[in-house]
Every structure is written in structure tokens, then in C-alpha cells.
């Protein structure tokens, strides 16, 4: 079915996303802050509006792709009451907390609309090859409205539960993600200080049961996985920003509900630190250096 789509927030994620809801044959009306993100979308088939509320106001369908929640709770303010169409779908892609994506679902939902929360896995390569994982919270009825939209950036559509659980989902994926980033990379450090060789220590772990998606498609160390990004300098990728502001919510949601997470928080405090100290532009795995650093 052929939707008409508005899309708020075209950068690094949403501009691709956009481009393969045109490719996917929808009409999508977008709108960024950045001109520059305006621009590139444009060039990928988007009608580029004057605002948000103009990319909304004759959607069936409004996905939103903003950096924090804040973002998000300020967009759905403005773009509830502008989307003219009653019943229409909003989806927020970003990735922010539970508590947040439940006041964003209730605002559209107070105004009449329907919404879920659809946050990606999968990162800039995987929103460029319509590859993304997608966990959506919301209704049964939403979720089907929704999949067949959004399995065109995606190629795994999974209903998580209610408003939140995409959320929720996201975050403890998240969480093990870190933490393995950092189990990976004290393994490199410690294997080093042994006298293995990376590539020793990766053909064994890779088929062994140490292997995760950390070593064998993010792997830390140059050399084993020639398409990693510590192979060009940890260009990101994954930035380290972005994971430890994902920890952030997830140490977060533990402690409002009193589960102790303890390696969660340790990984938390790491990644934040290494973002605040200058590596937040970087892959995520460049936190090898780090802990590498601190082993020698
Ligand atoms: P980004 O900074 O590249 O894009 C966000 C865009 O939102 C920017 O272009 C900004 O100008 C725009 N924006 C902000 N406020 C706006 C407003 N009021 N109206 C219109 N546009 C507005 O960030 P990104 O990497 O695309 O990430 C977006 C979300 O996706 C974040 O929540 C992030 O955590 C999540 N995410 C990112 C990745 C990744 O690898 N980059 C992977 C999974 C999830």
C-alpha cells in the first residue's frame, strides 16, 4: 500500500530511512533543521517542506528519527496537533527512554492518533541497505498498520509489546552490546600482554564460544576483520556518543526499577567517561585503546 509519509529528522539515520520509504514507492514529505540533511534527502526523492508541521500535515503515517527524547516529546507537542488526517500512525524511531516513548505515545493518542515506538538496530550502513532490525511497542492493531511500512528500512520487524517495549528492547540489546565491546576488548589486552597475536586469539574465539557480533563484525583491534573500524582509525560505525548515551538509559531503567545490572553501569561509566574525554566522535570499539592503555 502506497502511504504518504512525513518524516522530521533526516540526518544520519532518517535521511536513509527516508530515501528507501521513497524507494519502497511511498510519498514522503521531510523536513530537517540542517540544510545540509534537507538537501542530501532531497537528492534521494524526498519533498523537502518548509517545516515540520508541513511534512505532517497531510500524512497518514509520521516517523520521527531526533536525537533524545526531549527531541521527540517537543516534536510530537507541535506535530500532534498539525497532522489533519484523525488516526494517523506516528512512529518514532529515535532511540530514548520508556517513560519518554510512553509520553509521546499518549500525547498522539490523547489527540485522536495511533503511535508505536520503532526503534533500529543496525546503525548508518544497515539504515543505507534497508537493513535495520526494528522492536515496536504498541497494539496489535498499530503493530500491523505499522510493519508493513517499516519493513521498508528494515528487514526484521519485531512487536515487542506495548507502548515502551521497543524501547526496552532496544536498551538491554544495547546493554549487551557494551558490555561485550568491553569483554572483547580486555580479552585483546590481556591475550597482548600474554604474547598472543590478535589474529591467534580471533581464529580461536571466533569459532569458539567466545564468539559474538562484537569480535566478528566490530572486531577492536585492526587486522582479524578487514571491515571493522579499527581499521580506519575507528572512524564510526557505532559512535561512542551514541553508546553511551544508550547505557545511560539503560542503567537508567535499572535503577527505576531496582534491578542491580552491575555490569551495565560499569559499562556506563566507561563509555561515558571515554565520550567526555574526547572519543565520543569514535567508533565505540575505540574504547580498546583505553582499556588497552590501562593494561599496559
Ligand atoms: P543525527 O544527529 O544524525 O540526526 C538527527 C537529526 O534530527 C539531525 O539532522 C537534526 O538536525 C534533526 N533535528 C533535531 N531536532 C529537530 C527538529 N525539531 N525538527 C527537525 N529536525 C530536527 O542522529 P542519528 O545518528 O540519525 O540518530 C537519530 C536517533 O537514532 C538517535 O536517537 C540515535 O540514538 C538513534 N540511533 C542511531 C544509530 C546510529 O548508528 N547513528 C543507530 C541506532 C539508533
Known amino acids: 500500500m502506497t502511504r504518504t509519509v512525513g518524516f522530521v529528522g533526516l540526518g544520519n539515520m532518517g535521511g536513509p ?13 521531510g523536513y530537517d533543521l540542517s540544510e545540509q540533511a534537507r538537501d ?9 517542506t518548509g517545516s515540520a508541521a508541513e511534512a505532517v500535515a497531510e500524512a497518514d503515517a509520521v516517523l520521527t528519527m531526533l536525537p533524545t527524547g526531549r527531541h521527540v516529546i517537543d516534536a510530537y507537542r507541535a506535530l500532534v496537533p498539525a497532522a489533519a488526517r ?17 509520553t509521546a505515545a499518549d500525547l498522539a493518542r490523547a489527540a ?3 503511535a508505536v515506538d520503532a526503534p533500529v ?10 537493513g535495520l532490525t526494528l522492536m515496536v511497542g504498541g497494539t496489535e492493531a498499530e503493530f500491523a498498520d505499522a510493519g508493513p511500512l517499516l519493513a521498508g528500512v528494515g528487514r526484521k520487524v519485531v512487536h515487542c509489546g506495548p507502548s515502551g517495549a521497543g524501547q526496552a528492547a532496544k536498551i538491554c540489546n544495547n546493554m549487551i552490546l557494551g558490555i561485550s565491546m568491553i569483554a572483547v ?6 591475550g597482548e600482554s600474554l604474547g598472543l597475536s590478535h589474529q591467534s586469539l580471533y581464529d580461536v574465539a571466533s569459532t569458539a564460544s567466545g564468539q559474538c557480533w562484537a569480535l566478528t563484525a566490530n572486531c577492536p583491534v585492526p587486522g582479524p576483520v578487514p571491515g571493522s573500524p579499527a581499521n580506519r582509525d575507528y572512524r564510526a560505525g557505532f559512535a561512542a556518543a551514541l553508546m553511551a548515551k544508550d547505557l545511560g ?14 555490569l551495565g553501569r560499569r559499562a556506563a561509566e566507561l563509555f561515558a567517561a571515554f565520550a567526555e574525554g574526547g572519543g565520543g566522535g569514535l567508533d565505540f570499539s575505540a574504547i580498546y585503546t583505553t ?6
Open 17 to 29: 530511512m527516508a530515501a528507501n520509504l521513497v524507494k519502497a514507492g511511498h510519498r514522503v514529505l
Open 40 to 48: 542530501r534527502a532531497a537528492g534521494h526523492g524526498v519533498t523537502v
Open 86 to 102: 484523525p488516526g494517523t500512525l506516528f512512529v518514532d524511531c529515535s532511540t530514548i527512554a520508556v517513560g519518554d516513548a510512553r
Open 112 to 114: 485522536g492518533h495511533r
Open 121 to 130: 538496530s543496525g546503525g548508518v550502513a544497515g539504515a543505507e541497505a534497508a
Open 185 to 190: 576488548s580486555e580479552a585483546f589486552a590481556l
Open 249 to 262: 538509559l539503560a542503567a537508567d531503567a535499572a535503577a527505576s526499577t531496582d534491578v542491580p545490572v552491575e
Open 291 to 296: 582499556l588497552r592503555e590501562e593494561t599496559a
